[in-house]
């Protein structure tokens, strides 16, 4: 499956950005999905994860309250809500596919290309 990472750019503290990942090749309907960044100089980091229907989500308590993860299904597509954005949310954001809701960048197989997101204070 391929992934394609979009929504990225410039916002300043407290706005809001939407990332959509979007899969072609394969259905991402049955595979979960997740949210990594990445900031210069740092270790990719988890952010968020979704199952594959849907009804489990996962968040980093660094975002929760802040961020939300959604799907559509139907259009192959999942979707990074950010609200109350901060500066130190500046990263190349990454979507990733993969079996199993899981918080470890090494346990998805696929990965999209990244999206990137400053937030400017």
């Known amino acids: 499956v391929q992934l394609q990472a979009s929504g990225g750019g410039l916002v300043q503290a407290g706005g809001s950005l939407r990332l959509s990942c979007a899969a072609s090749g394969r259905t991402l309907s049955s595979s979960a999905t997740g949210w990594f960044r990445q900031a210069p100089g740092k270790e990719r980091e988890f952010v968020a994860a979704i199952s594959w229907n849907g009804g489990s989500t996962h968040y980093a308590e660094s975002v929760k309250g802040r961020f939300t993860i959604s799907r559509d299904n139907g259009k192959n597509t999942v979707y990074l809500q950010m609200n109350s954005l901060k500066p130190e949310d500046t990263a190349v954001y990454y979507c990733?596919?993969?079996?199993?809701?899981?918080?470890?960048?090494?346990?998805?197989?696929?990965w999209g290309q990244g999206t990137q997101v400053t937030v400017s204070s």
């Open positions: 990733a596919a993969g079996p199993l809701l899981r918080t470890f960048p090494n346990e998805y197989a696929y």
